[in-house]
């Protein structure tokens, strides 16, 4: 098992996105995401949106609705369900570099924030910035490998979805 030498937190996770945007980019393109290969035939770019699209299949998601890309990202994920969905996503990055590339590539529908999904307190300048029952589905793609306080992830999600909103985590 591989450990770090020294705790994780949010900005350490932040730090490494960051630092190694350029190499996640060139190897990964715009999704920070494995895919999902039915065949074994796909290529990486099918399987990636093969995955997009069973989570959106999975979620249930209807035009309209509300949604939230848990560590985001640079909005990918996002673009893709707004677009083929007709969704409105608020995606959260820790990541200043992620951030900054979804602002670049702006979508109709889609909020791409820099926060920390664990900081949802007004005086914290990298809160969530989620309100209570906002969100009609979630999801997280790989992201919740790095959230410090695994309690704190779903009790996000529980406090930031509606009542009988969705929620699935690739992982």
Partial sequence: MIVPDSPQNAVAVADHYDE????????????????????????????????????????????????????????????????????????????????????????PGVDIRRGDWLADGIADEMANGMADGSADAAWAIESSEHMVDKPGFFAQAHRVLSPGGRFVVCA
Wanted: with cysteine.
């Fill in 20 to 107: 190694l945007d350029p190499v996640y980019r060139l190897v990964w393109g715009e999704h920070v995401h494995h895919g999902f290969w039915a065949t074994g035939r796909e290529t990486s770019a099918e399987a990636v949106e093969a995955l997009v699209d069973t989570v959106g299949n999975r979620l249930l998601l209807r035009p309209g609705e509300a949604c939230v890309d848990i560590g985001c990202g640079y909005g990918s994920t996002a673009r893709r369900l707004a677009a083929t969905r007709g969704v409105r996503v608020t995606g959260v990055t820790l990541s200043a570099a992620q951030a900054d590339y979804a602002a670049a590539h702006p979508a």
